[in-house]
């Protein structure tokens, strides 16, 4: 076994470096803000052939493609807790 994985075990006060964890938290932010815009685009867009389709008379349904965007949203958003929920982000602690 890795030494430094057990110094890691052993020390319950450990915590990752910042040289290491920094760049993660930025391009989780990253990713985050693009999820957000995202889901702004989709609701645009959703709602300009909503709107479209009203006018031209056209009696589309456009419910569904609605509600795709808003769970995919609401996914986007969840993600972190849902994924504390799950306990995956025990899964890679070693403080444990």
Partial sequence: MNAALLMVAADPDYTPP????GKLDDVLGYIAW??????VA???IVG???AIALKTGDAEE???EYLIVMGACVIGACAGPIVQFTGLADFWNTNS
């Fill in 18 to 21: 910042t040289s290491v964890t």
């Fill in 42 to 44: 989709g609701v645009l």
């Fill in 34 to 39: 693009l999820v957000t815009a995202a889901g």
């Fill in 48 to 50: 300009s052939r909503m």
């Fill in 62 to 64: 456009h419910l569904r």
